[in-house]
């Protein structure tokens, strides 16, 4: 029996061609069809999300709700997120009840420095990505089989031909990859999804507080994250 039709518990190795089967099945889908699936096919503590609870991970959030799906959410706390990130996360948990699992990579910001030195992100952005957000996330990926995330692939040249189904370390779940940024936008209106605050400022895309600047008028989603920088990704989903 394929992955694919396996209707529960299912075994946490997935080959390409169960992945291809998987894609096909999900092109047209709905995000909540492939919501109920990876629910359905990953044993209960197998499966997680990763969210800023940014727009997209809003509308997943919401959704799962709607089905009464409870599965634990990863917020990365890389010690440098906005002050309304933080709030904005918090509120989240409340309203939806979920199980946020919070990882960084000292105790404090004041901790990080003592180790690291000021800034940084200046010196070496990509020791300050690797400390702050990629080994923060492998602990949070130990034990986890399957990893729903928001990406699109509309965001940046690098997700332009994400499909549903990825494998990689885990099986990563993207239902959210043929939707377009106002489509996300749309059901959030629609359903009065709550929102992080500084998307009314001119943020679209928000990442840590020293490298995430508000867009102009006509510019791509992504233009405020390490503006000035050649750099598209930090290199979390590189894991």
Not at 96 to 107: D, H, I, N, Q, S
Not at 147 to 165: E, F, H, V, Y
Request: charged share 25%; aromatic share 8%.
């Amino acid at each position: 029996m394929s992955l694919a039709s396996r209707p529960a518990s299912v075994t946490n190795v997935m080959n390409e061609g169960e992945a291809a089967e998987l894609n096909a099945r999900f092109e047209k889908s709905y995000p909540t069809e492939i919501l109920r699936w990876a629910h359905e096919a990953f044993q209960s503590g197998r499966l997680v999300m990763s969210s800023t609870f940014g727009v997209g991970g809003m509308m997943l959030i919401h959704l799962l709700a709607e089905e009464g799906i409870r599965i634990p959410v990863i917020f990365i706390d890389t010690l440098y997120h906005f002050p309304e990130t933080l709030g904005h996360a918090l509120e989240v948990a409340d309203r939806y009840g979920l199980e946020v699992r919070t990882y960084k990579a000292a105790p404090s910001r004041k901790a990080f420095v003592a180790e690291h030195g000021p800034r940084l992100w200046e010196r070496d952005e990509d020791l300050f990505h690797q400390r702050t957000k990629i080994e923060p996330m492998k602990e949070a990926l130990k034990g986890v089989d399957g990893w729903i995330t928001g990406r699109r692939r509309d965001q940046s040249p690098t997700r332009a031909s994400l499909l549903p189904i990825e494998l990689a370390t885990q099986v990563k779940i993207n239902p959210l990859a043929y939707w377009s940024l106002e489509d996300v936008w749309d059901f959030i209106r629609a359903h009065k999804v709550a929102y992080h605050p500084l998307h009314d400022l001119g943020y679209a895309s928000i990442g840590d507080a020293p490298l995430t600047t508000p867009i102009r008028p006509g510019e791509h989603e992504r233009a405020g994250r390490w503006r000035g920088s050649v750099r598209v990704e930090c290199g979390l989903h590189g894991i």
